[in-house]
């Protein structure tokens, strides 16, 4: 009885965390997410799956593959589950693979690094920049998705080029690597396919208006307490696996919605206006340096109030700047953060010069491409 009760812990404290984030009108949503996907993630990497992907990808043979193949899972993660729980079981994936001599631990990082920010273009809910901003433009699911597709997929093959580039010659096989075990528990593969079901069931109420986070919300709530039940992880690991700086980020954004509303009144309204090549250049550059010095999160909140009732083009140019050119700064970006931190504390330190030294080549890169898809098909 007292495990059924621990286990039902995480819907109590995430259900007390809705009533009191109330007060936060359009950030409430990103609260939730901030507070309700890491615990998915570790949940997932404590009952197996992080092995079962290490051990997936290291089969596909020598560094080369191995980090591309890498980099696109970690794209699909971030578009399915939103890009912090890419982050969180990212990073020990890769150091894994780079204890395997499959690309070096800066390399893996890296993977970790670009692929969770990319891929969270795509869905509104893949970024809680995205979710924030889409919400307060006016712009539904399928209109964001129907725009954000192509220049997704440019960004990805910009960016997945200069990785397959930057360990050219490098193909030779390292040594045999065991085959991947299916995760055997019940509590593994229950805790996947609840995963699994929440981001099918986000993207359905997307498409349908419904409210994404409730899926979210839910489903890490389910997987929280199964692993809790399976004593796969505790209440002080969920705990202390919250992103304490994100959340520290999203309540001072809450309360610098006022000055940055005061701000946005300075520049053009873009409700309802018809937007040119350059004023999409100009936006997505105003969403990359805002997000590259203050971080997304800050980016998106005057993002918020800016676009309001702007064509969904504009809006998708700007969250190019939130999440693409925002790479350059180990700061410009959560997931960013999220996956520094963790190398971090796992042996594996990220210098900032390192970063700032070749971050800004991928940056530029996705951003580049995204932009010029965008002002093709726009």
């Known amino acids: 009885m007292n495990r059924v009760v621990v286990a039902l812990g995480p819907a109590a404290a995430i259900a007390l965390l809705a009533v009191l984030a109330e007060p936060l009108g359009p950030l409430r949503g990103t609260l939730l997410l901030v507070v309700a996907l890491p615990p998915l993630a570790q949940t997932l990497a404590a009952l197996g799956w992080t092995e079962v992907l290490a051990r997936r990808l290291a089969a596909l043979g020598g560094p080369r593959p191995v980090l591309l193949g890498a980099y696109l899972a970690w794209l699909a993660v971030s578009a399915l589950l939103g890009l912090d729980a890419a982050a969180v079981l990212a990073v020990p994936v890769g150091l894994s693979l780079a204890r395997r001599g499959l690309a070096s631990t800066a390399e893996q990082v890296d993977a970790a690094i670009y692929g969770s920010n990319v891929g969270s273009l795509l869905f509104p809910f ?5 979710l924030l901003v889409v919400a307060a433009s006016g712009v539904s699911f399928a209109s964001f998705v129907a725009a954000a597709a192509v220049p997704q997929l440019a960004a990805t093959l910009a960016v997945g080029g200069l990785l397959w580039w930057r360990l050219r010659g490098r193909s030779v096989a390292s040594s045999r690597v065991p085959e991947a075990p299916p995760v055997t528990t019940f509590a593994g593969l229950l805790a996947g396919g609840v995963a699994l079901l929440a981001a099918m069931a986000a993207l359905a109420l997307g498409f349908a208006g419904g409210d994404v986070v409730l899926a979210f919300v839910v489903g890490s709530s389910v997987v929280a307490g199964i692993g809790l039940l399976a004593g796969g992880t505790s209440v002080r690991q969920l705990a202390t696996g919250l992103p304490l700086s994100a959340i520290g980020i999203v309540l001072v954004a809450a309360l610098l919605r ?7 009144g300075l520049l053009p309204s873009l409700a309802g206006a018809s937007i ?3 004023g999409l250049l100009g936006i997505a550059l105003v969403g990359g340096l805002l997000a590259s010095v203050a971080n997304n999160l800050p980016a998106a909140l005057f993002g918020s109030v800016w676009l309001v009732g702007a064509p969904v083009h504009a809006v998708v140019a700007y969250l190019v700047g939130t999440n693409l050119l925002a790479v350059s700064t180990p700061h410009g970006s959560v997931a960013t953060m999220l996956c520094r931190s963790l190398a971090n504390r796992n042996g594996a330190p990220q210098p900032i010069r390192v970063h ?15 932009c010029i898809v965008l002002l093709l098909v726009g």
Do not use: D, I, M, Q
């Open 126 to 130: 893949s970024n809680l920049t995205n």
């Open 356 to 370: 700032l030294a070749s971050a800004w080549r991928y940056a530029g890169a996705a951003s580049t491409a995204a």
């Open 258 to 264: 006022g000055p940055a509303a005061h701000v946005a």
């Open 276 to 278: 040119g090549p350059l």
